[in-house]
């Protein structure tokens, strides 16, 4: 039996975008207009789980992008930097006129976010199941350092395949880590097909409850409902807090919307291109 | 050899904060004395090498300077791409301590031993790579690796291994020392086969065949700048390793000799063959019927100095 709540999912799909959530997806197709090519179907179940972490919750300074007590983030689902490019750029991280070099030869705004080239980016992902171990650590390292930042770690919901996930997820709650929060973004689509269909995750709350996590549920395209829950984290005391944030694929760009054709798409065409700017205006 | 690596771990861990120990599922009472020392920095994770190397990757890009020891086989192989990825692309000060590198764990069968870490680490950027020959050896090169730069793998022997490195001779990572002088053959040995190529040696000079030996406890970076320095005479370069010969340490030195674009005397890669051990007993059995004790190194190395068929 499923843990969800069919509600949030309902709620997700028909969740109307304001004007901030609209400029941001203006974004992410300013940067796929330059290569002709990205994930925009995984960068638009994000945008509102980044846009509330970095407008809301998250300390950081953009002009000192490893200024020691920032909160760390990682974007585990590294195929999603679309949106994280797009927001990283806006907070001034990087301008936003480099936007359209995404994927470009000698961008540094590659297809996977690099740590190493990009501001604001703390680990390099890409291969996925990675950035909850590199959290854990992080976690660890701010309490052996005294310090009180906070780690959140964002993954997709094809990564959670990945055995490397709950080896992380078990050692997270071992340490009670209450300072290290993860991000599902639950848009029940992989690469192949629908989640259920692939490798199905359900009952996924139980899971992560079991694994000893303090667990919520979330629609995660309301900012209003990011933001309170972000508020109450931790979310149990002495333990670490997974948030299942429930979206849709393509969030945001109708014809897109749940379409596994646009999990990743090259050779976007002009017509294409313009389609998507006015699926965006036209959003509900 | 082992002890001595972790000894030397809890010492690194006294001299300076950063230093923190991450282990899977050692043995009861591994590394004891640090563990009630300093608790804090001790890390028992469990047998999860994916997650163990990305929690190090984690630590290490907060300053800290993790070393990570469990047995060298499910150290490279169950989590190379965590190892890749987590350490090598970002070039993080993490040490991988690998136990019973090689056939050390002959009786438990090939899923223990470890016969391609070599290959396995040498072929990432940045990683260096070390197998030091007798536990005076490691002493010697464990204190150099705290602010060693990037990921290290360090491959260990069974221990209780003869000791041959001699404190006069230094040891510095990256550079390869010369045992014994060469004459018409010139051994290049790693890890443990040293001994055996300074026996094989002896038994080479009392043919008449004067034989040197080339050590290098530092598989990567390979110090090639020594071998063609000793390459005038050489009628015969041997490479001696406790490995499968598919791009392992003799790979890596025809590599850089071929690299050089010198001319070069033949050479004859020694180690295990492509396949999976088939035997269990012991380190010292699968050496022999390998064909890498010292006696059937000297008569290998004879026959093709005498120029007799092979046997």
Redesign the interface.
């Known amino acids: 039996m499923p843990s969800i709540s069919e509600e949030l999912i309902q709620e997700a799909q028909l969740q109307p975008l304001d004007r901030r959530s609209r400029d941001l997806r203006r974004r992410v197709v300013d940067a796929i207009a330059g290569e002709r090519r990205g994930h925009l179907g995984p960068a638009c179940s994000l945008i509102e789980i980044l846009r509330t972490l970095y407008d809301e919750y998250l300390h950081f300074r953009p002009d000192e992008p490893n200024w020691p007590l920032r909160d760390r983030a990682i974007l585990s689902k590294g195929h999603g930097c679309l949106a994280l490019y797009a927001i990283l750029a806006d907070k001034g991280f990087f301008p936003l006129a480099d936007l359209p070099t995404f994927c470009a030869p000698e961008s540094y705004l590659g297809g996977h976010p690099e740590a190493e080239k990009i501001p604001g980016i703390e680990a390099s992902t890409g291969a996925l199941g990675h950035g909850l171990s590199i959290g854990v650590g992080m976690a660890l390292a701010a309490r052996l350092g005294g310090s009180d930042h906070r780690v959140v770690v964002v993954t997709g919901d094809g990564e959670l395949n990945e055995g490397s996930v709950w080896e992380a997820a078990m050692s997270a709650a071992k340490h009670q880590l209450d300072n290290f929060t993860l991000l599902v973004d639950y848009n029940k689509l992989q690469s192949y097909g629908p989640i259920h269909e692939v490798l199905g995750l359900e009952p996924l709350l139980d899971k992560w409850r079991a694994f000893g996590f303090g667990v919520a549920e979330v629609n995660g395209h309301s900012v209003d409902d990011l933001r309170r829950l972000y508020a109450s984290l931790p979310l149990e005391s002495g333990r670490p807090s997974a948030i299942i944030c429930h979206t849709v694929k393509g969030k945001g760009i109708g014809y897109a919307e749940s379409a596994p054709e646009w999990h990743h798409k090259a050779r976007i065409s002009d017509d294409e291109l313009a389609a998507l700017y006015q699926a965006i205006e036209e959003a509900p | 050899m082992r002890k001595s690596a972790l000894n030397a771990v809890h010492q690194l861990a006294q001299q300076d904060e950063r230093v923190?120990f991450v282990g899977s599922d050692l043995g009861a009472g591994t590394l004891e004395p640090m563990r009630r020392e300093m608790p804090?920095?001790f890390?028992m994770?469990?047998i999860?090498e994916?997650?163990?190397?990305?929690?190090?990757?984690?630590?290490?890009?907060?300053?800290?300077i993790p070393y990570v020891n469990t047995i060298a086989t499910f150290l490279t192989r169950r989590c190379l791409?965590?190892i890749a990825?987590?350490l090598c692309?970002?070039n993080l000060p993490v040490r991988l301590i690998g136990n019973g590198g090689g056939v050390v764990y002959a009786p438990l069968g090939p899923t223990h031993t470890a016969t391609e870490d070599i290959a396995l680490m040498r072929v990432l950027p940045e990683m260096t790579v070390i197998a030091p020959c007798d536990a005076d050896e490691i002493k010697r090169l464990m204190p150099q690796t705290l602010e060693w730069p990037g990921p290290l793998y360090i491959r260990l022997a069974k221990g209780g291994d003869e000791i041959v490195s001699r404190a006069e001779s230094g040891c510095t990572i990256g550079e390869a020392l010369l045992m014994r002088k060469p004459g018409r053959v010139l051994l290049l040995s790693t890890g443990i086969m040293t001994q055996r190529a300074l026996r094989a040696a002896e038994l080479l000079a009392a043919k008449g065949i004067d034989t040197g030996v080339l050590h290098y406890h530092t598989v990567k970076p390979l110090d090639i700048k020594q071998l063609l320095a000793l390459l005038s005479g050489i009628e015969l370069l041997v490479t001696l390793e406790e490995h499968t010969l598919a791009g392992g340490f003799g790979s890596s030195v025809i590599e850089l000799l071929s690299d050089s674009l010198q001319p070069l005397p033949p050479v004859l890669r020694m180690g295990l063959p492509d396949r999976y051990n088939g035997g269990y007993g012991s380190q010292n059995h699968l050496l022999t019927t390998a064909g890498l004790d010292a006696v059937d190194i000297a008569r290998q190395v004879a026959q093709r100095i005498n120029g007799d068929a092979p046997a």
């Open positions: 923190v804090e920095r890390f994770e469990g999860s994916q997650h163990i190397i990305g929690m190090a990757a984690g630590l290490a890009m907060e300053g800290y791409e965590q990825v987590d692309m970002h």
